[in-house]
């Protein structure tokens, strides 16, 4: 599959190492917004062809698919631009800056006939459908919880009045965006959407306009017979797994985000706390090469299969998150709509 690839930063270069593993793919193209970047980057990985236009590169015959990895709130339009000139859309995640351009892309890819897919890795890993297989086994589920917290040096910028693109709420940046929806695509993948949401967002007020942007928040979701919570944060780290709870079993994924260590825990008789809980069994899959791997495999498997979507990464599921993610932001007291 010829893929054209818009934007040159770090997770271009990051996805692209994994992509190639995938004998079917292979890169013709690349856009930046200069000339400069784009010519550096095509040198790097082989890549023919250069554009400075989204438009340009989304007319090009050569081109069949579009791999989007710029700012959230550019998304939408350049998958859109993409799809209505015929070409099948990966999009990094979060899918849009939020719910209503979600469905706005959604409802372009099924009225051109293409595939359009959101690029969240967590879902698409051999650890992750080992999880999808495995629920069923575990009775009645009564309890998600899921941590993702990273300490990043751009929040130390923030603190110190200097506005990076994943923290410029014009670029519908912030914690929530950047790693919360870690924590909640797969939650969504495994249960749907939840009745409740009630969110706590902590904020700092980015420099010049003072308008409040999230860099931790904990939240809570209410599910027929099961609670959820989910924590995230780019101030500090964390090292707890994430865990699925049911009356015959647990699941713990040692991390959420790029899950290396599967762990099953079957029922076992109450311990009143006094004598150890038995050792959950190893469950790991085989890892892939590159986790980056698995969002182009599956892109690509829909593609030739002649389906219209992911049956994980579906465009529903896309926007279901979406509309978590918005309702978690209004909670937090951030513009949804600019
Ligand atoms: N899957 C993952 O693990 C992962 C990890 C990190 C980020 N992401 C996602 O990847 C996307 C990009 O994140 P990032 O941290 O790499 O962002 P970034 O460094 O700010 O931007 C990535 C690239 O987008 C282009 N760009 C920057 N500003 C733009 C604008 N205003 N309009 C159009 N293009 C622009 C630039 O390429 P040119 O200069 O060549 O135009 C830039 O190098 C985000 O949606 C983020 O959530 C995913």
């Known amino acids: ?53 989204v438009e340009e590169l989304a007319a090009c015959p050569n081109v069949d698919a579009v791999y989007i990895g710029t700012p959230n709130s550019t998304h939408a339009q350049m998958a859109i631009t993409c799809m209505e000139h015929g070409k099948h859309v990966l999009v990094e995640k979060p899918f849009a800056a939020n719910a209503r351009e979600a469905r706005e892309m959604a409802e372009c890819a099924r009225r051109n006939g293409v595939v359009l897919m959101e690029a969240m890795i967590s879902t698409l890993s051999n650890n992750f ?14 309890g998600w919880s ?36 870690y924590t909640i695509y797969p939650m969504v993948v495994l249960f749907g959407m939840p009745t409740s949401v009630d969110a706590h967002l902590l904020t700092l007020p980015v420099p010049e306009t003072g308008e409040p942007i999230d860099y931790q928040g904990t939240v809570m979701f209410e599910y027929p017979g099961m609670s959820a919570s989910v924590h995230y944060s780019k101030a500090i780290d964390s090292f707890l797994p994430t865990e699925i709870r049911g009356t015959e079993a647990n699941i713990i994924l040692d991390r959420i985000h790029i899950c290396r260590k599967l762990k099953f825990a079957p029922y076992h008789e109450p311990t009143s706390g006094r004598l150890p809980l038995p050792k959950p069994q190893k469950i790991t899959k085989p890892l892939e090469p590159d986790p980056y791997l698995s969002e182009f495999t599956e892109f ?39």
Request: some cysteine.
């Open 300 to 338: 690509m498997d829909v593609v030739y299969s002649g389906r219209s979507e992911s049956d994980i990464n579906s465009l529903d599921n896309s926007v279901a998150v979406m509309e978590i993610l918005d309702e978690i932001r209004r909670q937090g007291g951030l513009t949804i709509e600019r």
């Open 146 to 181: 899921s941590t993702f917290c990273q300490y990043s040096k751009k929040f130390e910028l923030l603190r110190d009045g200097v506005l990076a693109t994943s923290f410029n709420p014009v670029f519908a940046g912030g914690a929530t965006m950047d790693i919360g929806i």
């Open 1 to 53: 599959m010829r893929f054209g690839i818009i934007g040159t930063g770090r997770i271009s270069e990051w996805v692209l190492k994994g992509a190639f593993y995938d004998p079917r793919f292979t890169a013709v193209a690349v856009c930046s917004r200069t000339e400069e970047k784009a010519k550096l980057f095509a040198n790097q990985f082989g890549i023919p062809l250069t554009f400075t236009s």
């Open 129 to 142: 459908r080992e999880v999808l297989n495995r629920l069923p086994s575990l009775g009645e589920i009564r």
